[in-house]
């Protein structure tokens, strides 16, 4: 599906912009992000003296892969859809409209849950191609208002304000004109939520405040209180266990986090994150992008019931790294561990359902390596994973396959070995750079192990939230 695609339903087609990686960068040091916000407010034109700066626009667009549906296929505007990666009950919704949200449906939500919620449920089988289609438009219709400097995923990116963007009012009336553009020039269902602040962790923040269709700023004058309204996994980077963590060590609400000094978030976190997250929450400015990486990075796929077999599955996983594997390249990171994850459907149906909705077992294991990034690496790491599982009897029954790759760091952080400088690693490095480029090309099944054939038909490319899918 080309950058000229125009979908029924759509304004006239946008020519999609060019992707940029972020590059690493060394980490600042703690002085300069406390002297951050204060340097640029005195530098920058078009605020009077005593007006703190905003730095950042972060743009959320509202349940993102069900407005599009809902913006291409009229008929299921106003009703409870979900996009689904198959169409079996077994597998879960990765998007939800507000009317299916009505009935306490969410993005993880098993299907069979989801319709036993919701009986009136209308399913609609993901399309990648035609969000990431969708996705380009609206960073052309962003960029034509304010220069879109990191796309963080498929539905969300952020802008730095510069000049007298920076001023509170110049901000908002900014915010609600690319609002309304994103309406205009790609359609009327495409709902945003903009957070405007100091810093791009803040403006992440305050875009979540007021769903759907909302715009929340957060000035560092209402910082504290409006801060202290949020519970603890209201904050980016703060999941289920993280919360658990700092109730057991007494930090129950915003009041607790914010009465640590620096010293004692670096110590709660047990790394730099939570010193971090010390500036970040006090309004100062240095960017998440330029100090941090991915640590993990994972495929999974649940398989269909023709494909529930240890040849087909195998092919599977072996995609499903060949995926990981050029995602690593790309973000330009090192894997020290690989894991795959096997569930299995049992004889026994009296077995605890599992988070994909159906009775199942599991198996997993996980292997060191030496920093890699090529495919017969960590190929030779998932065969040995693979024949080490258990088998015969019910574990030739696989239906779930996950691949992922741990212990990532950076170009600028790895280890060289005695084998990267030799002549063949340096081949094999220019021939998977040249792999890598014809794929994203021209698509994922240009040059690839002939061992995957098996499994493109039956693992179709599923939406990353995290990354933009090429259109393969």
Known sequence: MGAGYNPEGLPGAIPAPEMQKPRPVAERKARHAREGAKSQAEQEPGLAEDEPGLNWLFVDLNSYFASVEQQVQPHLRGRPIVVVP?????????????????????????????????PDLVLVEGRHELYTEIHHRIVKAVDSYLPVTAVLSIDEMACRLVGPQRSLPAAIELGHKIKAHIRKQVGVMLRSSIGIATNRYLAKIASDMEKPDGLVALPLDILPDALRQLTLRDLPGIGRRMEKHLNEQGIRTLDDLLALDFDQAGA?????????????????????????????????????????????AWAVAHKLLHKAAMRLRNNDLWVGEIGLVVGIVPKDRNLPVSSFGAPARGWKGKVRLSECQDNQTLIAALRGLWESRPKGGEYDQPYFIGVHLNELVPDALHTLSLFDATEENQQRTRLLETMDALNQKYGLTTLAPASMLAAYRAAPTRIAFHSIPEVF
């Open 268 to 312: 709660v976190w047990g790394s730099v994150l939570g010193q971090r997250l010390w500036h970040w929450l006090r309004g100062e400015d240095f960017d998440a992008a330029e100090t941090e990486h991915m640590k993990s990075l994972s495929h999974q796929h649940v398989l269909a019931p023709e494909m529930r077999n240890p040849e087909k």
């Open 86 to 118: 198959a169409m079996v009950d077994t597998t879960c919704c990765i998007a939800a409209s507000y009317e299916a949200k009505a009935y306490g449906i969410r993005t993880g939500t098993i299907v069979g849950e989801a319709k036993r919620l919701c």
